[in-house]
Structure formats: C-alpha cells, structure tokens
C-alpha cells in the first residue's frame, strides 16, 4: 500500500486518502456495547498503517470518542501523526439536544474539544449542523478568528444546504463541507459538487457505503435488528434491486481481486473536490481492509461504469 498523500483542497492539511471515521470510538449514543479498548486500538491501528486523517466530533459518546483519541494521541507523544478533523454545534438544553452555531458557542465548543482532545491544536473544525438562527459567515467569522489565533488549522461546515454553504462562504473562508453523498443518494453531484470544484472546496462524503449496504457483504436474506430495518433502502423489492446494483460492482471488483467497498471508495476518489475519505471501523483489521482501497485502480471506463449502474 502506498504510503501517499493527498491535500485537502485549499488548506496545508495533507492526508492519507483513506482516513478514519471514529464514531465507533466511544460513540456510545451511536452503537451499544462498544469497547473502548476496542477503539482505541482501532486508532492505533489506523495510525500504525499510515491513516493520519481522523475524523471525530463532539456528539460521538457525547464527548468520549474525542477523550479516547486524546488518550492513544498522548500515550504515543506524537501529536502531528494526526490530522484531526472534529465538529461542534449540539448543546444539551434542559435535557434535549440543541443546535447552536452562535460565535460564542462554537469557541467555547472549540476550547472543549482541545482539552478532551489534550491538544494545542485542531486541524479542521466543522460546525456540524446548521441552526437556525445564526448567519452563516458569522458563524464561519468566529471560527476564522480561532484560524488566525492557531487553535484551528482549516475551516469546515457539515450538512449545509447550498444556500447555507454560499452564505458561509461569502468571505471565501470555508475549506470544507462534509455531507452525506454515495452512489444511492447522489444528490450532491446536481448543485454542491459543482459549488465547492469551482470555489476549492474540499468535499468529504460521509456514509460513503451506505450503511453497509454498498459494502457486498449482504444478501436478501440478511435481516437488520438496528435504524437499518426501518430504512426503505434495506426493505422488500427496493433491497432487491439496490443488492442487484451491487452485484454488478462485484463483477468489476472481481476482475480485479478485490472487495466490492475498496471498488466503491475508489470511485469516489475519481469525483471532483473529493480528495479523501472517512470510512468508520468497528475493528482493527476493518481499518486495513479500507486502506486497500488505494490498490484499487480504476480505468475511466470503470468509472462511468459504475456511474451509470446507480444512475
């Protein structure tokens, strides 16, 4: 596997193209029965093989997946091994969770996340969900301030709609927008792709496999006991067709001796603004299965191949 790197649009972060999405590191709002140990040896693997780019936020445990890569960060003593992304907006309100994207509240979210992170430093700070309240290149504004302070290296927004993103980029300070986007729900190719390739944005695509789904591992048989069973995707006839697409990936990942997912993921590579990656990891050998993926090498055959089975 290639020890490459790979830069994040307009910002001096270079990445692995693979990187780490660690929700299941101490997300334990997200999955029940997690073993933190597990995580945490899920970062150290990650780090071991070369996956520098970590992907975390405040609402994952709450707080614990930040306090758990604060902790393997420390017992290592090399903080700039990592590039770490986390992100802030949620607020516990009398019990229920509030979404707050007001200057004050995201630097305090930002003084937060470096003291559980046990850092100086944050690489790349998103503001994870938009309120409703605060204009966005205020918002942005405040976290420019944090830039310009060195407590913050890059700028991102996750979840914005275009016109959120337009606003929070009015000063051209944004960097990067995470969003949901695979080759099911490719909704971003008509209006946000289009935005952030013309102004350097780096896009990065969260639930790049579908929730599994894109991963090859399941048949019609496969029953959910989580969200997955209440999900149209995974149910009836729609389940039959969406695992016949799958099955026709397989094909591709087949002439090429490999999994299904590291064809998948190597297809996103090829879109423009998407530089890297976040698939998550429940497991250490699930890191170094996703790391695979940069073996993959797609002909642009290949590529509008795959584009036109999920069309």
Request: charged content about 30%; aromatic content about 8%; glycine content about 8%.
């Amino acid at each position: 596997m290639t020890d490459q790197k790979t830069r994040i649009g307009k910002t001096d972060l270079y990445v692995n193209p693979i990187g780490l999405g660690t929700n299941a590191v101490g997300g334990h709002n997200i999955y029940p029965n997690l073993n933190e140990e597990t995580g945490k040896e899920v970062v150290r693997n990650a780090l071991d093989h070369g996956i520098n780019f970590l992907d975390t936020a405040f609402i994952y445990g709450p707080e614990r997946s930040e306090e758990l890569i604060g902790e393997v960060l420390k017992e290592r003593g090399s903080r700039d091994e990592a590039v770490i992304a986390t992100k802030g907006a949620h607020k516990f309100a009398d019990g229920k969770i509030v979404i707050d994207n007001s200057p004050a509240f995201l630097k305090d979210s930002v003084e937060s996340s470096l003291k559980r992170l046990q850092t100086d430093y944050i690489d790349l700070f998103y503001i994870h969900f938009p309120d409703e309240n605060t204009p966005k290149d205020e918002a942005v504004g405040a976290l420019k301030e944090l830039k310009d302070a060195g407590k913050i290296r890059a700028i991102g927004v996750s979840n914005f709609s275009l016109e959120q993103l337009k606003q929070a980029n009015k000063d051209g300070y944004v960097d990067v927008l995470q969003s949901e986007y695979n080759l099911f729900k490719r909704g971003a190719e008509k209006d946000i792709l289009p935005y952030t390739s013309k102004n350097n944005i780096s896009f990065v695509p969260y639930f790049p496999l579908a929730a599994g789904l894109l991963g090859g591992k399941y048949t019609k048989d496969t029953k959910f006991d989580d969200g997955r069973a209440k999900n149209p995707m995974f149910q009836g006839e729609a389940f039959e067709r969406n695992l016949a697409k799958v099955e026709e990936v397989r094909k591709i990942a087949d002439a090429k001796h490999a999994e299904v997912a590291n064809v998948v993921l190597a297809w996103y590579l090829h879109q423009d603004s998407i530089d890297a990656l976040i698939p998550g990891a429940k497991v250490p050998e699930q890191v170094v299965r996703n790391l695979r993926t940069l073996d993959v090498h797609l002909t642009p055959q290949e590529v509008d191949k795959i584009s036109s089975i999920f069309s």
